[in-house]
């Protein structure tokens, strides 16, 4: 990067990289027949500015852990981005003509498939949840000075989950946070809501506490100024209200409604607008010289083994509460484990580990949505992060978990409350379609643990497995099925009855579990042999566990689950076998439920041990 003077040779400089910039996001565009050029011209100069005066980064090592971070959440001007690394030299402006192709990693959005991108972008509304993870990372867990930059647009800024994360960056206190609203006045359909009063929009940002700058976001000297105010300024987050013009620069584009998301015609009219562009960039001999970002000592990070599970058959344990317990063992084990929370660690017991790894565990108190983002932001500076909630909560969170499944984030979710079993609290407390939301999703693990010492394993595992992963936890006290050194591999299950003459297979996880060994014992009295399968691992299945155990039972399986019908584990298992000619009975909640008691809530709704015996019953006669 070059000095961060404001020497005429160095607005000069700034104010061609930033024409150059226009001009590759209107080839690529073109060359593609699609995408957004109207929306990266607004925000060039702002572009520019960052990557080739303000921020310390290595330009040939866009992973190294010290570098200041830049994430786009306005990721539909991914074109801007992609020419701001080519004109840094990562690799050849040439490759820029290849946007938007099956050939190429510079999709229409950016995704972390590139190194320069940390997390998926594209939805509106989640980069600045992304950037306070990066920049808790930096100044709570490694203590450098890396600073995080985040680009919004002035349409997101409606999305509900963009004031979570400014609430959450004040309360964090995080100077190292700049966030850049390119406030160009035109959405994609209308103009925004505040179009250009900047006045209102300095007034919502600083009521929440925020260091709120006005300032052309266009003028290279003014935008060097405000960086700089940000940089100096301590204690809370700065945001920069960059006025600008959709389409600057060209002159039947800039600020024209019809031209979002349209690329200009490949041609004359293409050749008409880099014309416009390439008169603008003015003669200099001045090149970007990137200014590499300080020198952190190397730190070691040693994890070692996790320890022993502490229980033992007979025990009753909640599997929430083996979670929290398998959480705290695990943040001594491996340093790189963080929790995070959104105001329910009292009932998820991720107050454990927040009592006892103060520093490791980030309160976001009721903001679900900016939980899984900051989780994303963790995640990709290597963290491993186990985020927790009451598994209905996490829907309003569901756009977040999706980016970061694009993302393939290394990130942790534990979902307590499942089911009709918790009991009196209602139908809204109760997750009963989380399975099928974080089963769609590829890529994500789900696993279903039954007792206390498969849950604190599996947590174990999920530790050391890249990729996401759900654990569903449950509210009521369970007794204590394994021995502590059981081992529970991903994919696995567990076969907990069975004999020669089994006539049907039940397979069941969590609450149902139990009572589907109460209905094989009831059946075993009146004759009646049958199998019994601890499907701990949904996603991926035990494929040949099932298939074996459904042909020495005479291709019978019955699926019993605390959850809705469809897409759970019923699902699953039908998926696993259906095209082998086996039956499976499905046992799910298929009605909004009722307030209750546990065990009575279990039987009313069909997934108790009497439904069990009566569906059993009625098949094999």
Known sequence: MAASSTSSTLLTLLHNKAAQLRIESVRSTSEAGSGHPSSCCSAADIVATLFFSVMRFDPQNPKAANNDRF??????????????????????????????????????????????????????????????GLALNAKRLEKNTARTY????????????????????????????????????????????????????????AGFGWNALVVDGHNPKALLAAFANAAKTKGTPTVLLAKTFKGKGISFMENHPSWHGKPIPKGEETQKAIDELTKRIKPTKAVPKFKLPPAIPS?????????????????????????????????????????????????????????????????????????????????????????????????????????????????????????????????????????AMMAAQPGVTVLYPSDGTSTYRLV??????KGMVYIRAGRPKSPVLYNAGEHFPIGGSKVLRQSASDVLTIVAAGVTLFEALKAHDQLKTAGIAVRVIDLYSIVPIDRT?????????????????DHYAHGGLGDAVLSAVGTEGIKVHKLAVRVIPHSGKPEELVDHFGIGARSIVETVNQIIK
């Open 71 to 132: 994430v786009l959440s306005k990721g539909h001007a991914a074109p801007l981005l992609y020419a701001a690394w080519a004109e840094a030299g990562l690799f050849p402006k040439s490759n820029l003509l290849k946007l938007r192709t099956l050939a190429s990693d510079l999709e229409g959005h950016p995704t972390p498939r590139l190194s320069f991108v940390d997390m998926a972008t594209g939805s509106l509304g989640q980069g600045l949840a992304a950037g306070i």
């Open 150 to 205: 985040v680009l919004m647009g002035d349409g997101e800024s409606v999305e509900g989950s963009v004031w979570e994360s400014v609430e959450l960056a004040r309360q964090f206190k995080l100077d190292n946070l700049c966030a850049i609203v390119d406030i160009n006045r035109l959405g994609q359909s209308d103009p925004t809501m505040l179009q250009h009063d900047m006045k209102a929009y300095k007034s919502r940002w």
């Open 299 to 435: 730190r070691t990070s040693s994890t070692k083994s996790m320890a022993p599970s502490p229980y033992k058959i007979g025990d009753t344990v909640a599997t929430r509460e083996a979670f929290g317990t398998a959480l705290a063992a695990l943040g001594e084990a491996n340093p790189s484990v963080i929790a995070l929370d959104a105001d329910v660690k009292n009932s998820t017991y991720t107050d454990k580990f927040g009592k006892q790894f103060p520093d490791r565990f980030f309160e976001n108190f009721i903001a679900e949505q900016n939980m899984l983002g900051a989780a994303a932001g963790f995640s990709a500076c290597g963290k491993i992060p186990f985020a927790a909630t009451f598994a209905a909560f996490f829907t309003r969170a569901y756009d977040f978990i999706r980016m970061a499944a694009i993302s393939g984030s290394n990130i942790k979710l534990v979902g307590t409350h499942v089911g009709v079993s918790i009991g009196e609290d209602g139908p809204s407390q109760m997750g009963l379609e989380d399975i």
């Open 460 to 465: 174990e595992a999920a530790t050391t497995h």
């Open 545 to 561: 566990t099932l298939l074996d155990s459904a042909r020495a039972t005479h291709g019978r399986i019955v699926t019993v689950e």
